[in-house]
């Protein structure tokens, strides 16, 4: 993970050799600008990160401790977006969350992560197979609730997903479930007609949350297709996959800054225990090595 990002932030650090040399600063600073933007970073958050981190460093004193802090301090700061972390329960069970995202992003196989990461818990889930676009997903989450144990709502008869994830909301109700995970339908880009459909299953249901599957892979169209999902049915939260896969690592950085919702968890792995909760402090550390 975030080999080259890493890398080359240590390049970065290396320009300042003396204490209050200024022009190593600004070279420090190109350098930090230039390994960002290669690790995929957007360059609106570039700018806003270099230029603190300069202030920052200018103000506890130029030295490489010191911009090493600075960064240290900038990229938490930018992680760290206002709004939920992890998982949050809502005071009136079942927790319902709508599972979104463009196809292939892990969206059901996330869904499948999490309902495992709620059972660990001793949490009583259930998932709701609403994903009708793809063709194998329905049969997908069968395998992946039977591997890890969870109860699932399906209906092979049904063509609506809305009446599916509104029966699924009742057995979970007069069952007393925990919580709900609703996987819907992808696509392979965003359209109105899937759009349309993620509305009507959000009215028909009134999810507590809406958690938008993000691939890592996909760089800067993660970011963009993340905010088209807000604009369009409004999301709560990020959830990054394949981020195991991603060796710049500046993805994570855009989303939290441009999208403005907080990424909940990251996905590191392909099997079920493979999913972390977001905690912005680790993801740093990892970005620093
Ligand atoms: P969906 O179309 O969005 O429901 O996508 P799937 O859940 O079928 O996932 C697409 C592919 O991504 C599958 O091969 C998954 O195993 C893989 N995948 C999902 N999440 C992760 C992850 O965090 N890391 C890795 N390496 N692969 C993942």
Known sequence: MFDSITGSLKNAINKIRHKDDEAALKKAAAELKKSLLKADVHHKTTKVLVSEVELETKRNGIGQDSFINALRKELTKLLTTEGNQGFVFSNTPPTTILMTGLQGSGKTTTTGKLANYLKIRKKKVLVAACDLQRLAAVEQLKQIAAQIEVDIYFDDNEKDPVKIAVAAQEKAKKELYDVLLIDTAGRLAIDEELMKQLANVKDAVKPDEIFYVADALTGHDATKTATTFKEKIGIDGVILSKYDGDT??????????????????????????????????????????
């Open 248 to 289: 710049k690592g500046g993805v994570a950085l855009s989303i939290a800054h441009q999208v403005e919702t907080p990424l909940r968890f990251i996905g590191i792995g392909e099997k079920m225990p493979d999913l972390e909760v977001f905690i912005p402090d680790r993801i740093v550390s990892r970005l620093l090595g």
